[in-house]
C-alpha cells in the first residue's frame, strides 16, 4: 500500500513536501514515482527516483530545477520537495512503485499500487 500526504493550499512561488509511505513490499526493490492529475487531463509523470541509486532521478520538464525527489529506504519513504509552485501544478499528486527498466519510468501505466493521492493547490 501506499500513502500519499503532504499536500495542501498554497500561494504561487511557495513551497511544499509530499510523503509517500509504503508498507507490505520491500521498498528498496522498486523504483518510486511522483505523477499528477489535474481535473479533465491525463495522469502526468512529474518525478521518478531509481531503487539502485538514489543519485538517479528523472523530472518532467516542466517541474525540472523546481522539484526534488528523494527517498528514505529505512523509512520505506519518497518526498517530493516542490519549490517555487505555480498554479499549473494544481492536480492530484499520486505516488506508484514499478520495477520496470528505467527507461520507462515516465510511463504511468508501467506503475501500480497508487494509493489515494494528495490535493495540491497552487493560488495566484
Known amino acids: 500500500q501506499l500513502q500519499a500526504s503532504g499536500g495542501g493550499l498554497v500561494q504561487a512561488g511557495g513551497s511544499l513536501r509530499l510523503s509517500c509511505a509504503a508498507s507490505?513490499?520491500?521498498?528498496?526493490?522498486?523504483?518510486m514515482g511522483w505523477f499528477r492529475q489535474a481535473p479533465g487531463k491525463e495522469r502526468e509523470f512529474v518525478a521518478a527516483?531509481?531503487?539502485?541509486?538514489?543519485?538517479?532521478?528523472r523530472y518532467a520538464d516542466s517541474v525540472k530545477g523546481r522539484f526534488t525527489i528523494s527517498r528514505d529506504n529505512a523509512k520505506s519513504t519518497v518526498y517530493l520537495q516542490m519549490s517555487d509552485l505555480k498554479p499549473e501544478d494544481t492536480a492530484v499528486y499520486y505516488c506508484?512503485?514499478?520495477?520496470?527498466?528505467?527507461?520507462?519510468?515516465?510511463?504511468?501505466?508501467?506503475?501500480?499500487?497508487w494509493g489515494q493521492g494528495t490535493q495540491v493547490t497552487v493560488s495566484s
Open positions: 527516483i531509481n531503487r539502485s541509486n538514489a543519485q538517479s532521478v
Open positions: 506508484g512503485v514499478t520495477q520496470i527498466l528505467w527507461s520507462y519510468v515516465d510511463e504511468a501505466h508501467r506503475y501500480r499500487n
Open positions: 507490505g513490499r520491500t521498498f528498496r526493490d522498486f523504483h
